[in-house]
């Protein structure tokens, strides 16, 4: 026991025994602090007053006695030890009071033992006292954790009721022993119980369902385990998690991803069709700019006055006809990638509808019956009806080759309007107003995994050699292009029916004078020494421009980029006409003729491209000021557009009164005499951005900058890591808004380009592109804000969202 000093309450009469008392007690070692009475009132004032460690008492007291005096300090001091210090304490006196609660008692004649007494008594009620802490801290720890139970059930319960998940509990064998409200409506039952849980999955996932509960039996935890079931007329995705018990049982607890496989499923798709979009795009450009060379020299001897034999010339006709049939074929991989030119405009679908009605019901032939169901109310629509007309001669087509033995075509038009959620379900369809035009078979129809494919560029289900697969691929592109939705519904012997969604317009209605032209007719000639200005990267396709717009009576220049075609434009040679490709290296052709107009404000320009370049397109269509002459072109077309272009601007006083053009191909540079490296190069116009676009693929580097013209950028290109830093110290960093940086360049890595970029320019944000994620890069640029990474593929809005947030950032 710890030698600290007790306070004592003494009741006794006697002031001798009093006094030896204390002694007994200094001398067994122990402080004590006594308070000694001898009365009734004074040892009840003693008791109300404070609390003691210890009470000592007499038995035989003058106004009462000892049994009373325990009594009293029971009542106010119950834990309170109680020993009696008597004289005359008989046995059965000794026995009674320990009875009633005496701690202890010792007689006065061996006083000696009394410190070991109170020592006892004091650790006995001390330990006493301890336990009854304990106990009382253990019975609020039992009452907090029994309410935090009943708090956790009734929570339990709530969510067992409320929760739109499924939870079900089985035995081992995967008998149900209970199930929450939702499983039961779900599965459309009223009790689950005794039933089993793998025969309420669809039959194609009983066997993994099997085995899932098999693992768990045997203690594992399994999560995101995907099983259908049957719930009303149509099977849905759940994912289930399975967690086993201590008896042996499992939890099963089922969340509906239905309509997430389904949204992931359609943006696969949509990022797979982008993915084949840019392929065949790209596919096309090229085939597109060797079909203009094939043309133009078949054209080019077809011309020539040297004499050829019939043969010959059949087989030059034959030749030009596969040409152009290829450049039928390519043009559908461009509608299918929206890179088509299109002139939209004003259309009353109906009548277009109604005006295709001898063609189709030739197309379709006397077994197949047509049938027009025309809103008298159909909202008028903006697209382009050479385009529109193909469209629907193409389905059409399709519909006619899936009824082999006759049928019925409908074709229908319908006022619609698509709202927000079914947007959220489209990739790409914004909400609004649309016509609709129906277009149905009763034919042998598609199944689910046709369906999906049906409108991927040479997908087709036509035996070998009768059929390229472009159809439908061209009008999904057509109709996407025209801000339009493509919808298509079939099952097998039940036919098919695709609706085709259409913007209403509100423009008004514009005529427009196209030229009729005759490929027979002589083509226009040049007047007046006329001379075109034609700038081409293309050797081939240049040298064939020049060829045939001489064969015209027309004087030209050439030069093979932008800077060149500028150092010409700043001589003062007579310049009648810019026909210049869109796709040029470095400034391209839109930035050149913005920069030519700012020098000679009324020279005409013709575009050329081998599709419908971004920087030429707003929403998918050529803007309004644009001429573009798509390729591959050939000898009249060329000659058609040249002849137009220049009789709209006008005879230009200003160009008639420079200098011959010969004496101005005299002082010009010759083709490409610009330095390479001033071509990668674009000056700035004005206060546009500029973006530093560093990529090793020639057509990506291009279409890049196109994109960026298109919205206001002024895009430096560079193929290397080594052109980059060039770049930049030429320029300074804080001229450029960003840098655009693909991952894989042919002489350093992205990542370390974008590191020397960061270490010379801070400041500089820096946007990483790559056709597959890379952990390592975003860490190695964690926590940088002027930093982000865009995958590939990815949709102009997506790079210009990037640029947004890290210019907002800078």
Not at 28 to 34: F, H, K, Q, R
Not at 359 to 364: F, G, M, N, V, Y
Request: hydrophobic residues 45%; proline residues 5%; charged residues 25%.
């Amino acid at each position: 026991m710890n030698r600290q000093s007790l306070s004592i309450l003494l009741l006794e009469d006697s002031d001798l025994d009093a006094e030896l008392v204390q002694e007994y007690l200094r001398r067994g070692g122990l402080d004590a602090s006594i308070n000694r009475v001898w009365t009734r009132q004074a040892f009840a004032n003693a008791l109300q007053e404070r609390s003691y460690d210890l009470i000592l008492a007499d038995y035989v007291l003058p106004a009462f006695d000892g049994m009373s005096a325990l009594d009293m300090a029971h009542a106010v001091a119950p834990h309170t030890p109680f020993i009696f210090v008597s004289g005359t304490l008989g046995e059965e006196v000794a026995i009674e009071s320990l009875k009633r609660g005496a701690t202890d008692y010792v007689v006065k004649q061996r006083l000696a033992r009394l410190p070991a007494a109170v020592e006892r008594a004091f650790t006995e009620a001390r330990e006493r006292q301890a336990r009854r802490t304990a106990e009382s801290r253990l019975q609020e720890i039992n009452a907090s954790l029994e309410a935090a139970v009943q708090t956790r059930t009734r929570e339990r319960d709530v969510v067992w009721r409320l929760s739109q998940d499924l939870f079900i509990i089985c035995d081992a064998q995967g008998i149900i022993q209970s199930a929450n409200p939702a499983s039961m409506m779900a599965l459309d039952a009223s009790d689950l119980r005794g039933l089993s849980f793998a025969d309420q999955v669809a039959p194609a996932d009983r066997e993994p369902a099997r085995q899932a509960m098999a693992r768990s039996a045997r203690g594992e935890v399994l999560r995101d385990v995907d099983l259908r079931l049957q719930v009303g007329t149509r099977q849905r995705w759940y994912a289930w998690t399975f967690v086993p018990t201590e008896a042996g049982h499992f939890y099963a607890a089922g969340r509906d991803v239905d309509d997430r496989r389904e949204l992931e499923s359609r943006l696969r798709q949509v990022q797979k069709m982008e993915s084949l979009g840019q392929l065949t795009g790209g596919v096309a450009h090229d085939f597109n700019n060797l079909l203009t060379i094939i043309l133009g020299n078949l054209e080019r001897v077809q011309r020539s006055k040297s004499p050829l034999t019939q043969q010959q010339r059949d087989a030059l006709a034959n030749a030009a006809s596969g040409a152009r049939r290829a450049a039928e074929l390519t043009g559908s991989l461009l509608a299918f990638s929206r890179r088509q030119p299109l002139a939209p405009r004003r259309l009353d679908l109906n009548g277009l509808t109604r005006g295709l009605s001898e063609l189709l019901a030739r197309t379709l032939g006397e077994q197949i019956t047509l049938d027009f169901t025309l809103a008298d109310d159909a909202w008028p629509v903006e697209a382009d009806p050479n385009q529109l007309e193909n469209a629907i001669i193409n389905l059409a087509v399709n519909a006619r080759d899936a009824m082999p033995d006759g049928g019925s075509l409908r074709l229908r038009t319908q006022n619609t309007t698509l709202d927000a959620d079914y947007c959220a379900r489209q990739e790409g369809v914004r909400p609004g107003d649309y016509l609709m035009l129906r277009i149905s078979d009763t034919g042998v129809g598609m199944d689910e995994a046709t369906m999906a494919k049906v409108f991927e560029p040479f997908f087709t289900t036509k035996a070998a050699g009768h059929g390229t697969g472009l159809g439908l691929s061209q009008v999904y592109g057509f109709v996407a292009q025209s801000g339009g939705h493509v919808r298509i519904a079939s099952a097998l012997r039940k036919g098919t029916t695709i609706d085709l969604f259409l913007p209403r317009t509100t423009a008004a209605a514009t005529e427009q004078a196209l030229p009729e032209t005759d490929p027979a007719a002589p083509p226009a000639r040049a007047r007046e020494g006329e001379t075109v200005l034609v700038v081409e990267d293309n050797d081939g396709v240049r040298e064939h421009a020049l060829d045939a717009l001489q064969a015209l009576g027309y004087q030209t220049l050439a030069a093979a980029h932008a800077e060149a075609a500028l150092a010409l434009i700043d001589t003062p040679a007579r310049i009648d006409l810019l026909f210049t490709d869109v796709g040029l290296p470095g400034m391209n052709g839109r930035q050149l003729a913005a920069a030519v107009r700012e020098r000679r404000p009324a020279l005409p320009v013709l575009y050329t491209s081998a599709y419908a370049a971004e920087s030429l397109l707003r929403q998918g269509r050529l803007d309004a000021d644009v001429a573009l002459l798509a390729k591959p072109y050939e000898h009249h077309d060329l000659a058609r557009m040249v002849r137009m272009q220049l009789d709209s601007a006008g005879s230009s006083a200003a160009s008639a009164a420079a200098s011959t053009a010969a004496d101005a191909v005299v002082s010009a540079p010759p083709v490409g005499s610009i330095s390479a490296a001033a071509a990668q190069r674009t000056a700035p116009a004005g206060a546009r951005p500029r973006v530093l676009v560093v990529e090793d693929d020639e057509l990506l580097r291009e279409l890049t900058a196109e994109m960026l013209d298109g919205e206001g950028y002024d895009a430096t290109l560079a193929a290397t890591g080594g052109e980059a830093l060039g770049v930049i110290g030429q320029d300074a960093a804080p001229a450029f808004s960003a840098a655009l940086i693909d991952v894989g360049l042919p002489d350093m890595s992205g990542a370390d380009l974008a590191a020397q970029l960061r270490s010379l320019h801070p400041a500089l944000p820096l946007l990483m592109v790559s056709g597959a994620p890379s952990p390592a890069l975003q860490a190695r640029f964690d926590g940088d804000i002027r930093f982000d990474y865009l995958p590939k593929p990815y949709r102009s809005e997506h790079l210009f969202e990037a640029l947004a947030r890290l210019r907002a950032r800078a």
